[in-house]
């Protein structure tokens, strides 16, 4: 049963450290996403790539956000210096698509982020 | 731009009981649509989608849907609620062509027993 695996679960940081999240993808799946979930403001996209090129991300505060490729099974997000508002569930979801036709997004388990 | 307006942000219903929950898109093309589910501290599983194939829709635990063009709308039914199905349901739509999801702000979904 092929998922998207996230690591860590959780991570509890201070202010001011860097933070760094981790992706697999599917298998054989092209496009990657990273969303960010809180009470306030909902599913937000922060950031996609396809093919492993970064196509949009527009949705990540660009001071202190990064997101990453380094091979196709391994997709990074990283907060550098983090801050409470930072605080939230990060999901990566993966999905597969040809031809400009649209596919449906499998969604990792989350990485719980507290920043005290 | 696609837009995405979910009617309810929180729906309760008996066990036992149909289950409707209200999603209406704007787009100016036709669109991929999508329903997930999310369960307490888990991450966003997949129900159904429409992709420009039979408007009713069936997806997995007896969910279906009805896409419905000239009313702009992509509702999510039951025939009957389990317990099980108490979580967040979220709806998501995407223009033909774009990878990207609109995500709905939820529905919460409470099962009385």
């Known amino acids: 049963d092929a998922r998207v695996t996230q690591t860590p679960r959780h991570k509890v940081t201070e202010m001011g450290q860097e933070v760094t999240m981790r992706c697999q993808p599917i298998l054989g799946h092209n496009t990657v996403f990273w969303y960010r979930q809180t009470m306030m403001q909902g599913l937000e996209l922060l950031a996609y790539f396809r093919n492993r090129a970064p196509l949009d991300d527009s949705g990540m505060p660009k001071d202190r956000f990064s997101a990453e490729m380094p091979d196709a099974t391994l997709a990074t997000l990283k907060i550098q210096p983090s801050e409470p508002r930072d605080s939230a569930v990060y999901f990566c979801a993966s999905g597969h698509t040809q031809r400009l036709l649209s596919y449906e997004q499998y969604f990792g388990p989350g990485t719980r982020l507290t920043v005290t | 731009a696609q837009s995405v307006t979910q009617l309810d942000s929180h729906v309760s219903v008996s066990e036992g009981t149909p289950v409707l929950l209200r999603c209406n898109y704007s787009?100016?093309?036709?669109?991929?649509l999508f329903w997930y589910v999310q369960h307490p501290n888990k991450g966003l599983q997949l129900l159904l989608k429409y992709t420009s194939a039979a408007t009713l829709v069936k997806g997995i635990n007896g969910f279906e849907a009805e896409f419905k063009k000239s009313e702009t709308s992509f509702h999510l039914t039951k025939p009957s609620a389990h317990m099980s199905d108490a979580a967040e349901y979220f709806c998501?739509?995407?223009?033909?062509?774009?990878?990207?999801?609109?995500f709905g702000t939820g529905t919460r979904l409470t099962i009385i027993p």
């Open positions: 998501a739509p995407s223009n033909f062509g774009n990878e990207k999801l609109t």
């Open positions: 787009s100016s093309y036709s669109p991929s």
